[in-house]
């Protein structure tokens, strides 16, 4: 979203054009976004053979997932449905990792009937893996190899250091002789990356240690960084900057290969790297009140519809695209779900009304995906703007959606 001329826009059409049409709440996505974040993120490789997998968790809209095929991304996928999806609209199975963790192995055998790659992150479904496909299928391995990463005390950020992601890698030998033993052909190694690494030199030390766990295996096809690179959304913290990171692990990686004796594919899972500055959720202010000290402005939309700010502390930039140069005033921006839902507290803003439009930025990711019924309320419509033009690629929900699975007994 760009203000131009005091109007705040999405490529061509307005933030208020879209409301008019769509309704609020709407979450829109811009496609020129996604694909200027996606050309940063590859600018700095230029000898490597990178694979961008797009972590279609972050979005799961699948006019979005399109858009990123043909901009020749693969898929990052968590569940069947995401597999699914991502067949739909056309990703080959082969472009395909599916990266769940801690699932029935019948998934990982359904996933394997799709003919997507696999990444296992625990023993246990690896020895099942081994006795029922032996060599046959190849596999990719997570790893959670406990790298140093700089600290952050924000929920988003040590959510990484939980332990339950990936084999630790004391269980290295275990994973080896799993691999003699049932003859398992692992093909890849992983680790996910972590928004917790916001320098280059960081994470490039961290990559070398993940190379000389790869020279362990001899029959390797690449290398998988995941995902979690953060994205600039305005509240001054460091981000890391990828083109120098791709520049730096450029070098690094193809060091790695020569010393390996093949050339290897060098795969990451960007989620909210790629989509999340592309969205905003659009809604309008709805009620203002005055309560003890603090000024609220309520709008149409609650935690149901954007979670992150209540969940994680997240930071979302909030403009009002009907009075972009009002003097500012300390607001506290709220929905209506009735228990507390802040979306920012004591933020300053232009002077605001009811009937505004209020908008919630770097809300691509982790926006809609994560959204609920909760208090029984419609999800908003989402709308992805293509080349000028606006296309609706998600109705609201209606009375019919939120009812029907219910079965009303006779009591
Ligand atoms: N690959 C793996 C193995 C992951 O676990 C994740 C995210 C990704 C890729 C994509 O990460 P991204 O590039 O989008 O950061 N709901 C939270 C984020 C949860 C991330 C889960 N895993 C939020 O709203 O911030």
């Known amino acids: 979203m760009k203000l131009e001329n005091n109007v705040y826009k999405i490529q061509d059409t307005t933030v208020k054009e879209l409301a008019e049409k769509f309704g609020t709440p709407l979450y829109v996505y811009d496609a020129e976004v996604i694909k200027e974040h996606l050309d940063r993120f590859r600018q700095g490789f230029n000898s490597v053979d990178l694979k961008v997998k797009y972590a279609c968790k972050a979005l799961t809209n699948m006019s979005v997932m399109k858009y990123l ?23 080959q199975p082969s472009d395909i990792v599916f990266t769940p963790n801690c699932v029935d192995f019948s998934e990982i055998e359904e996933a394997v ?11 246990s479904n690896l020895e099942k893996f081994g006795k029922k496909y032996g060599g046959a299928v190849p596999l990719c391995i997570r790893l959670n190899p406990q790298i140093a990463a700089q600290s952050n005390t924000d929920k988003v950020d040590w959510w990484h250091k939980q332990s339950k992601f990936g084999i630790s890698l004391d269980q290295i030998e275990t994973v080896k002789a799993l691999e003699s033993k049932y003859d398992m052909h692992i093909d890849g190694i992983h680790i996910h990356s972590s928004s917790v690494i916001m320098s280059p030199e960081i994470f490039i030390n961290g990559a070398k240690a993940v190379f000389d766990i790869a020279m362990q295996f001899e029959k390797l096809d690449f290398i998988d960084f995941g995902g979690g690179i953060k994205v600039d959304v305005g509240d ?176």
């Open 113 to 123: 009937e799709l003919g997507v790659k696999i990444n296992i992150e625990n023993l």
């Open 69 to 91: 095929l043909k901009q020749g991304t693969g898929l990052d996928t968590v569940s069947l449905s995401e597999i699914q999806m991502g067949l739909t609209v056309g990703y």
């Open 236 to 411: 001054g913290n460091e981000v890391i900057d990828v083109v120098e990171l791709g520049k730096q692990l450029d070098v690094e990686f193809t060091a790695f290969c020569e010393k390996y004796g093949r050339r290897l594919q060098l795969w990451f899972e960007p989620g909210r790297f790629l989509v999340g500055n592309a969205g905003s959720l659009i809604t309008t202010c709805v009620v203002r009140k005055r309560n003890g000290g603090s000024e609220f402005v309520g709008v149409d939309s609650g935690f149901n519809q954007l979670i992150r700010p209540m969940m994680y502390g997240a930071y979302h930039e909030i403009v009002n695209a009907s009075n972009p140069n009002g003097a500012k005033e300390k607001y506290t921006v709220v929905g209506n779900i009735c228990e507390i839902d802040n979306f920012a507290v004591d933020r300053m803003l232009p002077e605001t009304k009811e009937g505004d439009l209020i908008v919630l930025k770097s809300a691509g990711a982790y926006g809609y995906s994560m959204a609920s019924n909760y208090n029984s309320r419609f999800r908003p419509v989402e709308v992805f703007v293509v080349d000028g033009q606006a296309h609706l690629v998600r109705k609201r929900d209606n009375y019919e959606d939120l009812v029907r699975n219910q079965i009303l007994i006779d009591v």
